[in-house]
């Protein structure tokens, strides 16, 4: 059964940091593209970042350029997000999205539509 579980969320201060892991399990991650996703409490779904399947080409959406890190190890069957410099604009549910294709559709500013996979999300507060 192939199944995403997504981890390393929590409350946290603003200006902290925290890494979001996204492992998989039934599949190997070494052919899918994965984009991480959030969405907080009344609002929409939305892209965060994304990295490609092939050379590993890395996008974020402007609101956390410079603060947030996509990676993958292969060997772990993981990709991070890690956060540094927290808003709390930035507490919201984080999901990961596994998708065969070279980049999920529209990344990073996409929604994921088509993607094959999905884990459960991870919940992030930012706040004082």
């Known amino acids: 059964q192939v199944q995403l579980v997504e981890s390393g969320g929590g409350l946290v201060q603003p200006g902290g940091s925290l890494r979001l892991s996204c492992a998989a399990f039934?599949?190997?991650?070494?052919?899918?593209?994965i984009g991480w996703f959030r969405q907080a409490p009344g609002k929409v779904h939305e892209g965060v970042s994304c990295?490609?399947?092939?050379?590993?080409?890395?996008y974020y959406v402007d609101s956390v350029k410079g603060r947030f890190t996509i990676s993958r190890d292969n060997a772990k069957n993981t990709v991070y997000l890690q956060m540094n410099s927290l808003k709390p604009e930035d507490t919201a549910v984080y999901y990961c999205?596994?998708?065969?294709?070279?980049?999920?559709?529209?990344?990073?500013?996409?929604?994921?539509?088509?993607?094959?996979?999905w884990g459960q999300g991870t919940q992030v507060t930012v706040s004082s």
């Open positions: 999205a596994a998708d065969r294709r070279e980049l999920p559709s529209g990344c990073p500013y996409g929604l994921g539509r088509g993607s094959d996979y």
């Open positions: 039934g599949l190997s991650l070494d052919y899918y593209a």
């Open positions: 990295i490609s399947s092939s050379d590993g080409s890395t």
